[in-house]
């Protein structure tokens, strides 16, 4: 993990704001979905992708009655 040299205080509400300049160079917009992660110590941000529900897959998924799944799952599913 490369440090960004940014530095912003929690505010009451426990809420804290990215930089433009990271916003800009992550390509996250106003509304866009952000995933919280937790490695060890660390509390990690990340644009959130859509995972498949049986194997986790963020690799072709498409939406199907309100679940995602990815297509390789879809077509094992198919198959039986």
């Known amino acids: 993990m ?3 040299g940014v530095v912003r205080k929690v505010d009451q509400l426990g809420r804290i704001v990215l930089p433009k300049s990271l916003r800009k160079r992550y390509q996250m917009n106003e509304g866009d ?3 919280i992660l937790v490695q ?3 509390i990690i941000l990340e644009r959130y992708r859509p995972r498949c529900v049986f194997c986790s897959s963020m ?3 498409g939406e199907f009655k309100e679940r995602y799944v990815c297509a390789v799952c879809l077509k094992e599913m198919q198959g039986l």
């Open 2 to 4: 490369k440090p960004a």
């Open 33 to 35: 979905p952000v995933e």
């Open 40 to 42: 060890g110590d660390h």
């Open 59 to 61: 690799d072709g998924v």
